[in-house]
DNA sequence: CTGAAAGCGCTAACAT
DNA sequence: ATGTTAGCGCTTTCAG
């Protein structure tokens, strides 16, 4: 039943390092015997024993992803995230393996035991006690995210400083003096995300340094927790005309608690999304938006561990620089 | 660096074998002898080579899982049985390789180059292609869906005529006469996918065993599409007092424009969500519906992957009867 | 340009 | 209860 590579050898007449240099390529055939060997595997329908060949050459083509699958971080956003890595690593002959973000030990199992090549760690927190133990492994990691400290280690995410002074600036150019941002839960925060802590430090600085007021104010990701939050801001800055909005999840519930509320978008308050295009293009109006390129970040995260892996080059660190798309959720303020 | 399984016994004064047999407990050891091998195994960190492993044993200790990475499909579902089969495989001691369904040769690739011992396909449809591939391969497969024909493989889901049948029956109980079922996109009934077509079968049956009128509209996943199935239910069925809605994402959308209709809930119209638990949670009210234990069927799919892998135990079809959770979202039709 | 053969690290007979 | 050893199927020197 089970095909080897020493069936496809002697089907072409040829040693079973010919075959294996055949299908490897790392060393010239000739034409007519490497027409032979392709001959010979469609015919038997032959595929390397992925065992064996890890075994005898210590690579697996597996590269392990660890992916929070928890709810406070949206599912979309997480979503876009492992198709931008499975889509990437296919294109490089790899396959996925999932790890959740709940198993610490996960990770040294699967690399200790020889199980990947590389490692995706997803949702880092500045102090990721994940961090120091991906370093000491012996495969590559790339971090999507930012740590205090990367240890050595790969890192890419959306630079969300840069994106929220990018919103922060569209809406001070429009005129906009008092401005929010409604951001994400409580216990995203609470743990030190690395992306959520950048957006904030980002609106900050970049409201100060426009001379505009700006508030933070987390939210939770359902309908009551945008309505508090946007009372809270109407609360706290009752002359708010901007806001700025990280949290997908809370996005639609916000438009229409700003509704039910009576200011209208964006003749009242302009609302700058931060989140992906997708996202932005669910809600009901054509919403101004900083995109988080979800996809493109997975993807990239897998070519960088790529590179580690076949061309050992260097880790490094990249920050994709935000893009805002200009929609009709946002207009000059009213004088 | 790799230390060994001959490092462990050397270490432990012992033959390999019996550090493999300490490892599997597949025959009797001394406690004094186990003691000394589990010491080494500490103080070394020895970890076995998976690809080793696998090679001397044909089994790898990986189950292949195939998600739809679609966005048609609600992704919280979708997450809730992937959390579902991960942590399921994980307390069997196996990891999970993630293909995405648009990949069908990705089974075959990962089955035939032996890199899992099991298969576990999401988002079955009716005439599935996959399913005659599946069938043919060596490892076993369980498919979460219900095809046609399931050509000797395990299924598993939820029953979702059963579950119509509840919602239609609660509904009629209250003395609704004119019902409606809000459902799957077009895209996920063009592709025949077994769960919507069963739904709206059970749908129909019950609404004619219980004599009401029943209508069926699909409802695309955005705002747009919940207002005009809404209205499209209206236009159709002006007198309809009762909705059961089979849409994670439409929802909300499907409740905030019944609000926006002049139609109240339940005072007009009762709704029964055909949804998980949390996301029926997620609503402005306690939304009464029939739970989609996507958890627990991931976790039943890898239950019966195990029981024939390691028991070689014969396909078996398994529906989980549905439970309805009354809420405050239904109540008696007025006379 | 091709072949022969030595492992890769582990499991599972087969011994005792 | 434990040890010995022959593979599992492939990659990769080393030899031509």
Redesign the interface.
């Known amino acids: 039943?089970?095909t080897t590579i020493d069936d496809v050898a002697r089907a072409a007449g040829v040693s079973t390092s010919t075959v294996s240099y055949v299908l490897s390529g790392k060393r010239p055939i000739s034409a007519p015997t490497r027409q032979r060997v392709e001959r010979a595997i469609l015919d038997l329908?032959y595929?390397?024993?992925?065992?064996?060949?890890?075994?005898a050459s210590s690579r697996?083509n597996?590269l392990g992803?660890m992916a929070p699958?928890r709810?406070d971080v949206d599912?979309?956003v997480?979503?876009q995230f492992?198709?931008g890595v499975?889509?990437t690593a296919?294109t490089f002959d790899h396959?996925?393996?999932?790890?959740?973000s709940d198993?610490i030990a996960g990770m040294e199992?699967?690399a200790?035991?020889?199980?990947v090549d590389s490692l995706v760690m997803m949702d880092i927190e500045a102090d990721d006690p994940r961090v120091p133990v991906l370093a000491r492994l012996?495969q590559p990691a790339v971090l999507i995210g930012l740590p205090r400290d990367p240890e050595g280690l790969s890192c890419v995410d959306l630079d969300f400083r840069a994106a929220a002074q990018l919103a922060v600036r569209h809406l001070a150019a429009l005129g906009h003096r008092q401005i929010a941002l409604l951001g994400s839960p409580r216990a995203v925060l609470d743990r030190h995300t690395s992306y959520a802590e950048r957006m904030i430090h980002g609106f900050e600085q970049a409201a100060r340094v426009a001379g505009v007021d700006g508030v933070v104010e987390p939210c939770e990701p359902?309908?009551a927790g945008a309505v508090a939050a946007v009372d809270a801001v109407l609360a706290r800055l009752p002359g708010v005309t901007g806001l700025v909005v990280h949290n997908e999840t809370a996005l639609?519930w916000v438009l229409?608690s700003l509704r039910d509320r009576g200011r209208r978008v964006p003749e009242d308050v302009s609302v700058v999304g931060v989140c992906p295009a997708?996202v932005a293009g669910?809600?009901?109006l054509e919403l101004t938006h900083v995109d988080i390129p979800a996809h493109a970040i997975g993807r990239v995260a897998v070519e960088m561990a790529m590179a580690r892996v076949e061309r050992a080059e260097p880790a490094e660190t990249r920050l994709l620089a935000p893009v805002l798309v200009e929609g009709a959720s946002t207009a000059g303020a009213a004088h």
């Open positions: 039943m089970a329908d595929r390397p024993h992925a065992g064996a060949r890890a075994l697996t597996v992803l699958l709810i599912v979309s997480i979503m492992v198709t499975v889509t296919r396959d996925v393996l999932l790890l959740t198993e199992r699967v200790s035991g020889s199980m012996r359902s309908m639609p229409s997708d669910d809600q009901p």
